[in-house]
């Protein structure tokens, strides 16, 4: 079956254009269109599409007005077009948080010179997210902030500002909110196997480790608020967060834990030394690794080479972890397209690591954390909000 979807924008050049890339592809069929949020929730209602590409600024009903609109009424997985600016980003982690499942540079240069690579970028989300068939997983609303508040921080460990941020990386996307396989990836999914079971009973206390790391991809960003709001003021562990996404948008989405959480988040910059209570954000567009140096964890955040496709790495954090903390860290690979951390997870194995990953039902995408499980690299799998309770029990 095809994936039906609805084109919403303001611009008819911009409609008649995503338009003819998604109908070049023989599994995607564009059921309607749209000229702002009010047509758009109206025709979710009578097309009943598989997913909806929506735009953000529109006259009449703004596209996050509408996607809490359409999330109200017809749950549907929403790809939104996004500015990679920092105002940009900020208005796509609102569109986010609302509902919104996905979302893709709406300047087709910031994903790449290649119109055929832009053309199969859409047309992979697309169906990434339409091809789940049926409404996106039951969502909570966005964590509120802690009853008791996080403790005052300087000006000196608040979030890096975007200015220190220069150029436009290529990275792929953020978020999504279907279930749906994942498309053609870069890294092949392991050989089929059984899935191990939902809880193989390897348990690990703090005392048995020194490090976190986190990695996800299409779905991450609410994903991450979910868990990280979790861990309690005070702990004893430092946190390292892989999360695919453009360099523009991990000073804000920083900002943005950092506002929700007891513990401390910030983008990290190259020489951080990763400390308990603490969780460090890998930028947008580089690679983020664990080194030590004085016989204290850091982090190195270095340029990413052209043939790495993901910018950050979540394979290259965690075959750092596995060099420099054998044995110590806790790896955690949460929603997301494709398989990246599969193969740093083989090496964190090796080391005598443990790793945890989000189950299938809760999974925006079900893809990454498909890869460590069908490799029987998992020894713990976990529904979103365990994952978080499991995490804050590390005391």
């Given amino acids: 079956m095809k994936v039906r979807a609805l084109v919403v924008d303001d611009s008819g050049f911009f409609r008649r254009r995503i338009k003819a890339m998604l109908q070049e592809h023989p599994r995607i069929e564009v059921v309607g269109e749209a000229a702002n949020g009010r047509e758009a929730v109206a025709q979710v209602q009578k097309l009943r599409p598989d997913v909806v590409t929506m735009d953000i600024e529109m006259p009449e009903m703004d596209g996050i007005t509408a996607v809490r609109e359409i999330m109200r009424q017809q749950p549907t997985p929403v790809l939104m077009f996004s500015s990679l600016t920092y105002d940009g980003a900020r208005e796509t982690l609102d569109a986010l948080d609302a509902g ?3 979302f893709i540079p ?11 690579q832009v053309k199969r970028q859409l047309q992979e989300r697309v169906i990434a997210l339409g091809g789940g068939r049926g409404a996106p997983a039951s969502r ?7 009853t008791s508040p996080p403790p005052a921080r300087s000006e000196a460990q608040r979030p890096a500002t975007p200015a220190a941020r220069a150029g436009t990386e290529k990275t792929g996307v953020a978020t999504a909110r279907s279930r749906a396989t994942t498309p053609s990836a870069p890294a092949a999914a392991p050989a089929e196997a059984p899935p191990p079971r939902a809880d193989r009973g390897h348990r690990v206390r703090a005392g048995d480790l020194k490090l976190v790391v986190i990695g996800t991809s299409t779905g991450g960003p609410v994903a991450l608020q979910r ?32 506002e929700l959480c007891r513990i ?18 890998a930028p947008g567009g580089r690679q983020a690794a664990v080194e030590e140096r004085g016989g204290k964890l850091t ?14 790495s979540v394979d290259i954090a965690f075959a750092s972890a596995a060099k420099y903390c054998p044995g110590k860290t806790l790896g955690v690979v949460l929603t997301g397209m494709g398989a990246d951390g599969c193969e740093g997870a083989k090496l964190m194995k090796r080391a005598g690591s443990p790793i945890w990953s989000q189950d299938e039902a809760t999974s925006v995408i079900y893809g990454m954390p498909a890869a460590v499980a069908k490799a029987g690299l998992t020894d713990r799998v976990l529904p979103l909000d365990q994952v978080g309770e499991e995490l804050a029990r590390l005391r």
């Fill in 227 to 258: 868990v990280m709001t979790q861990l309690p003021a005070g702990y004893p562990l430092p946190v390292l967060i892989i999360q695919h996404m453009p360099a523009s948008f991990t000073p804000a989405f920083a900002e943005r834990l950092n």
């Fill in 140 to 146: 909570a609303p966005r964590p509120s902030a802690p």
């Fill in 106 to 116: 709406k300047r087709f240069a910031d994903i790449s010179g290649d119109m055929e």
């Fill in 100 to 102: 919104a499942s996905d």
């Fill in 264 to 281: 401390q988040v910030r983008e990290a910059q190259n020489g951080d030394e990763l400390r308990p209570g603490q969780a460090l954000l």
């Fill in 299 to 312: 982090v190195r955040v270095f340029d990413a080479s052209s043939e790495q496709f993901y910018k950050p």
